[in-house]
């Protein structure tokens, strides 16, 4: 494992994981096996991350969030604090479901506001913003904000915020 990231003494990695230079993961981390997590990326307290999810370049998590098997955060992915995600539809307790996981796809440059919840299944587009609080059930295009529960396009925004 490459040793050159940092490490909070009360976190753990899970063997076959692999993470990128100059990445921080702060306290009461959990990163679970076969994980990869690129160059960069910053995990703020209690993170869990299932599984064989891939993290790119330059994502910053913030606190208490889980990221469930499924999920796939691409380069420059900010994930605000509580977000929540899923990656089961119908779960139930009694029945094991884990080869049924939904692929989730957060692509580069998205934002997702602070205890918005991403419901399995979907792909969030390039550059789009999804509002704190908001339940994403629907896929969401590249550039655009999205607000409520179910979120809904709210307008087209550009790469770059001013």
Not at 115 to 140: E, M, P, Q, R
Request: aromatic share 8%; charged share 20%; glycine share 10%.
């Amino acid at each position: 494992m490459n040793k050159n990231f940092f490490l909070h003494s009360s976190s753990f990695i899970d063997k076959g994981s692999k993470i990128g230079t100059g990445t921080k993961i702060w306290h009461f981390s959990h990163i679970s096996k076969n994980v990869k997590i690129g160059n960069n990326c910053n995990f703020g307290q209690n993170v869990f991350v299932g599984e064989n999810v891939s993290i790119g370049n330059r994502v910053k998590i913030q606190n208490n969030v889980s990221i469930y098997s499924g999920v796939n955060l691409k380069d420059d992915v900010f994930i605000g604090p509580s977000v929540v995600f899923t990656n089961i539809k119908k779960p139930r307790s009694f029945i094991n479901k884990k080869g049924l996981y939904e692929k989730t796809l957060i692509s580069k440059g998205a934002t997702i506001g602070a205890n918005a919840t991403i419901i399995c299944g979907v792909k969030i587009g390039k550059y789009s913003l999804i509002g704190a609080g908001s339940v994403v059930t629907k896929d969401v295009p590249d550039n655009h904000l999205v607000l409520g529960n179910p979120a809904r396009i709210i307008k087209k925004v550009s790469k770059i915020l001013k």
